[in-house]
């Protein structure tokens, strides 16, 4: 589009470039100084956490007689500490993509439904009552799912055990139900639900009504509309709702520490999603009492390093492809 | 191919507003008919009630009837989706799918109807083009985003795109208002070709547009602030301009109105 409205002029454009703007009053001294130092501080704090979780964390690498990356062990204490990931990594992807699965296709509807479908005295209440979901504390999604869903996913995972049971990711593993990996993953959509949606939301709702009505009028359904019209001019919105969406499924951390069922060390390994396990933040908070030697402390905190590193990635991930989204609208 | 539409007692509501009232004209087959008019006197809401894109709008209905040849676009069993491939529609901006090609925008309405024979899309793709006198400046480059165009050309493939599914009327909304006046000649020189195959309706605020392209005009007014629009007149494009019977044409066309 040549002509579409951004709201942008040229001096949002670049800030740093010409600061013509600016008078050097004491007023736009003051604010300025106080917006920059607020900047300055954000990126000192992410700078802080990530040094203090390098230098906590190598000295235990260093003693560390096990593959960090590879091993399956986890006794961080004693004269000659063993510790690895592999476990954590996999419960952390098992439980994330799962949420994906669910929580994208169900987020992009729901945000189709509220933009597209819904009457107008609808859409709003429904808005907010998504949102809403946002604002449960995850400790009680993690009781809830223990004491009320996981009762009800039970069958669901005996008939896909029963069925399916063949495959090695749906193997039964003597685990109940609402301790698996699977039940967690489905907890976790619920939790990112409200993110995915408001994000789609957001972009479908910006879809050019010249658009939706060209499509109209070459005489589409609302279904077909919706296909050629809205859902390409909104792929880079549902591709970055579903990164920030993971970001908060890797990091959660209370309601996978309830559900889950730790493995005994002992148990052979298994791909199946009904299995106990752990994800890296389930992890640490499970060990967090127990930090009592510089060694074991700093073992948790290279998990807790992964951890950083790999959200770190996915937001940024997210942002790219939002900025080059950004370039396509205008 | 091109059809006879016949409005007969429209009025035009958003929701319990009464935008148009009492619509009675006769569009002839193979000749273009304008709309012209003071804004917000309901010419671009009569038009869009020609292909059922009134009902877009929430709210949006009609009272009387529409008839394309012997059919009654607005009795019960007829569907909307079908009457929209029947009528075609540019409009005011220039709304190319920003996200496909050239030669996808053009495809899009066939292929929403079903046809995957890339052989024939190919065909259909290179004859609109032609049709909307665009081919030769976007033949090396189909694959192209349609947005990369000039505005002209965005505003050309627009109606490439909806000459591809064959229509039998094509109505333009206010098509050369954001163009510059090179472009619009070229959209007025492709308006007069088209005449051959179909029935034109453009809505237009542009009076010598009007005169240059059409063969039929109406003029639409509001009878006062507040009132639902209203046909004034429609007749003879020579005659309106030169003798028009009602005292308000004489006004607008004029310049004097008021």
């Known amino acids: ?330 | 191919m091109a059809k006879r539409i016949d409005v007969k007692d429209l009025d035009i509501y958003y929701g319990d507003f009464k935008a148009v009232e009492g619509v009675t004209m006769t569009v002839e087959p193979r000749s273009v008919t304008a709309f012209i008019g003071p804004s917000g006197c309901g010419k671009s809401t009569v038009l869009r009630t020609l292909n059922r894109m009134h009902e877009v709008i929430p709210g949006g209905r009609v009272d009387g009837s529409v008839m394309l040849d012997d059919q009654d676009l607005y009795a019960s069993s007829m569907d909307p989706v079908a009457v929209r491939r029947t009528v075609g529609m540019v409009f005011q901006r220039p709304n190319p799918f920003p996200t496909m090609s050239i030669r996808d925008n053009v495809a899009a309405g066939l292929k929403l109807n079903g046809l995957k024979n890339k052989k024939k899309l190919d065909e259909v793709v290179e004859t609109s083009l032609k049709g909307a006198n665009l081919w030769n400046e976007v033949k090396d480059r189909l694959d192209k985003p349609g947005a990369g165009l000039s505005g002209g050309q965005q505003q050309r493939l627009c109606i490439a795109r909806a000459i591809a599914v064959n229509p039998q009327v094509l109505l333009m909304d206010e098509p050369c208002s954001a163009l510059d006046p090179i472009s619009t000649l070229a959209i007025e020189d492709l308006i007069n070709e088209l005449k051959s195959d179909y029935t034109i309706v453009i809505v237009t605020h542009n009076m010598q547009q009007a005169a240059r392209v059409s063969d039929q005009t109406a003029f639409f007014n509001l009878k006062a602030t507040g009132e639902p629009g209203r046909l004034v007149e429609v007749g003879d494009t020579q005659r309106i301009f030169s003798n028009p019977t009602e005292k308000a044409t004489e006004d607008y066309i004029s310049g004097r109105f008021g």
């Open chain 1, 1 to 330: 589009m040549t002509t579409s409205i951004t709201g942008r002029s040229t001096i949002d454009d670049d800030p740093h470039d010409a600061d013509r703007a600016s008078t050097g009053r004491l007023g736009d001294r003051i604010f300025g100084g106080l917006a920059t130092g607020s900047g300055l501080l954000v990126v000192a704090i992410v700078t802080l956490v990530g040094v203090f979780l390098l230098v906590q964390a190598v000295p235990s690498l260093m003693n560390n007689d096990a593959n960090f990356l590879l091993s399956r062990e986890w006794s961080p204490s004693g004269a000659n500490p063993r510790f690895g990931i592999a476990d954590l990594a996999w419960g952390t992807l098992v439980t994330s993509v799962i949420a994906m699965v669910i929580a994208v296709p169900l987020g992009v509807a729901v945000a189709l439904f509220i933009t597209q479908y819904a009457p107008r005295w609808l859409s709003r209440p429904a808005a907010a009552t998504v949102d809403l979901l946002a604002a449960v504390p995850s400790i009680v999604y993690g009781f809830w799912g223990l004491n009320i869903a996981g009762q009800y996913f039970e069958p669901v995972a005996g008939l896909l055990q029963g069925a399916l049971g063949w495959v090695p990711f749906l193997s039964d593993q003597n685990v109940s139900a609402k301790s698996t990996l699977a039940f967690a993953g489905v907890i976790l959509a619920i939790m990112i639900l409200p993110i995915v949606t408001a994000i789609s939301r957001e972009v479908f709702a910006q879809v050019p009504t010249t658009h939706k009505e060209g499509a109209l009028a070459l005489g589409a359904t609302k279904w077909e509309m919706i296909r050629v019209a809205v859902l390409p001019y909104g792929k880079p919105g549902i591709i970055s709702a579903a990164m920030l969406g993971l970001g908060r499924a890797l990091g959660e951390t209370l309601a996978v520490l309830i559900l889950l069922s730790t493995l005994s060390p002992t148990k052979e390994w298994s791909f199946s999603i009904f299995n106990g396990g752990s994800t890296f933040a389930s992890k640490i908070a499970g060990g967090a009492s127990e930090f009592d030697t510089p060694q074991k402390t700093g073992a948790y905190i290279a998990a807790g390093l992964v951890l950083f590193v790999v959200t770190f990635l996915v937001n940024a991930a997210a942002r790219i492809v939002i900025e080059r989204r950004k370039a396509f609208s205008e």
